[in-house]
């Protein structure tokens, strides 16, 4: 379901982290790579806890969809909606 909010900055950080990967290589990314991007940003840290609950509010919003990479580890991916809205972000 999809809703009209905005999302928060965290996941703002997401999104837009989520949109550059996307146009480097589109597919799922897994959340401890989008951690770790985001700890190397430089700005406020980030916590796995934080970022799946996060990752979590966007899928609800219809924003990203949640997958299981192969190894059982969390991937998350961009759905059209998401990208428009991390587009203007970016």
Do not use: F
């Not at 799946?52 to 909606?81: F, H, I």
Request: overall charge positive; proline content about 9%; aromatic content about 2%.
């Amino acid at each position: 379901m999809t809703q009209s909010r905005r999302p928060s900055p965290l996941q703002r950080r997401v999104l837009i982290v989520l949109a550059a990967l996307d146009e480097k290589r589109p597919g799922p990314v897994l959340t401890r790579d989008i951690e770790r991007v985001l700890e190397q940003s430089g700005e406020a840290p980030v916590y796995g806890p934080n970022l799946r609950a996060s990752c979590r509010r966007l899928e609800d919003a219809g924003w990203l969809r949640t997958l299981r990479a192969p190894n059982l580890q969390l991937a998350v991916e961009l759905t059209d909606a998401g990208r428009a809205v991390a587009q203007p972000l970016l």
